[in-house]
């Protein structure tokens, strides 16, 4: 029997914890990783027993980027074939929240990983960077955008150019990295913010970050209006009303995701 690439495991306190699981080579990341990976964040996302979502990495780090040992065969018609950029897209359409729990290193394919989720923590010391440039290629999976967006065309000219990665804590200062702890404490930390989440409202929580995420793709007007209709729309929903009668009355609320 093939050892999955992606293990996963749901708690009772509704975290999904997926494990990408290739410790031997440092959890490369190959077309049946992605395609296992979409395959379950798929089946997370109709899943109502799923709040929130933990992204880690067994063995001494999280990912060390794509598997070249795939790739190296691959000429230009066969990359523009190629199943990634469609793999790629079924992550990033996952519409609850997605927590990275780094260790030890996220590297190319890694960090394009990374930075597809929401939330990440990071163990002391961790390594941060893009080091295509060192292999006579370029980040290829959001690499370039996604970290110009979020720490600045500098620092990302920088990291994409030199191949030079960043430590976690340098992440931290940039708001690359959500939180810093110590790497034996990384994913208890990283259970503790999806677990804060998922007692949340699960749909005020999905059109929440939906809202957070349309500020890199659209206008401030724009993303002013779609903030508005969600907001509009959750006062349709059993949640909020749950959410404000709680407040009113002193006790904890119970959401349904209705």
């Not at 620092?155 to 200062?173: D, F, K, N, Q, Y």
Request: some cysteine; hydrophobic content about 45%.
């Amino acid at each position: 029997m093939t050892e999955r690439d992606i293990l996963s495991q749901l708690g009772d306190d509704g975290v999904l914890t997926l494990s990408l699981n290739r410790p031997e080579r440092r959890n490369a990341l190959r077309n049946q990783s992605l395609r296992e990976l979409g395959d379950v964040l798929a089946g997370a996302a109709s899943d109502e027993r799923v709040r929130a979502v933990v992204l880690r990495g067994e063995g001494r780090g999280f990912a060390a980027g794509a598997d070249l040992e795939e790739m190296r065969h691959l000429d230009a018609v066969a990359l523009q074939q190629d199943e990634r950029p469609a793999l790629w897209a079924r992550i990033e359409a996952f519409p609850k929240p997605l927590i990275a729990a780094v260790n030890g290193f996220a590297l190319g394919a890694g960090l394009e990983l990374v930075l597809h989720c929401d939330l990440v923590v990071a163990g002391e010391g961790a390594l941060l960077g893009l080091p295509e440039i060192s292999l006579g290629i370029m980040p290829g999976a959001g690499g370039t955008q996604r970290l110009t967006r979020q720490l600045g065309q500098q620092t990302a000219m920088r990291m994409v150019l030199t191949g030079e990665p960043i430590s976690a804590e340098r992440g931290h200062e940039l708001g690359l990295v959500s939180r810093i702890c110590p790497p034996a404490l990384t994913d208890e930390y990283a259970h503790q913010l999806a677990r804060r989440i998922a007692a949340q409202a699960p749909l005020a929580v999905r059109a929440a970050k939906a809202a957070v995420r349309a500020c890199q793709e659209t206008s401030l007007s724009q993303g002013l209006r779609q903030e508005r209709q969600a907001f509009v729309w959750l006062a349709a929903t059993q949640d909020r009303n749950e959410g404000i009668n709680a407040f009113l009355e002193k006790r904890a609320p119970h959401y349904r995701g209705k």
